[in-house]
């Protein structure tokens, strides 16, 4: 069984940056591809971004290509999401997740939860 606490988000200023943790425990994280979402208010929960075994592969929703950066250390059992030039719009609970088979955009593909951090942008 898997443990995932996030950690890091807040309340900021269009513009500015923030970086989210995941701290992972109870299991081999380094086996594990990663994978960030979130959710807004009255909406859905979607994909953000996700990291591969050994971080070979990373992938990102196309609204925030260019401003987040997924990352991960193996060593600290963590995974981090750089996020930068933040928007209103990417107000949100984020929400770490860990998978045991290939990284996916879908959220059934995930294995294990954190039950998130919110991230609120004010304009």
């Known amino acids: 069984q898997v443990q995932l606490v996030e950690s890091g988000g807040g309340l900021v200023q269009a513009g500015d940056s923030l970086r989210l943790s995941c701290v992972a425990s109870?299991?081999?994280?380094?086996?594990?591809?990663m994978g960030w979402f979130r959710q807004a208010p009255g909406k859905e929960r979607k994909f953000v971004a996700s990291?591969?075994?050994?971080?070979?592969?990373?992938y990102y929703v196309d609204s925030v290509k260019g401003r987040f950066t997924i990352s991960r250390d193996d060593a600290a059992h963590t995974v981090y999401l750089q996020m930068d030039s933040l928007k209103p719009e990417d107000r949100a609970v984020y929400y770490c997740?860990?998978?045991?088979?290939?990284?996916?955009?879908?959220?059934?593909?995930?294995?294990?939860w954190g039950r998130g951090t919110q991230v609120t942008v004010s304009s």
């Open positions: 109870g299991g081999t994280f380094s086996s594990y591809g």
């Open positions: 997740a860990a998978t045991a088979s290939h990284v996916s955009k879908r959220l059934a593909g995930y294995d294990y």
């Open positions: 990291i591969s075994v050994r971080g070979g592969s990373m």
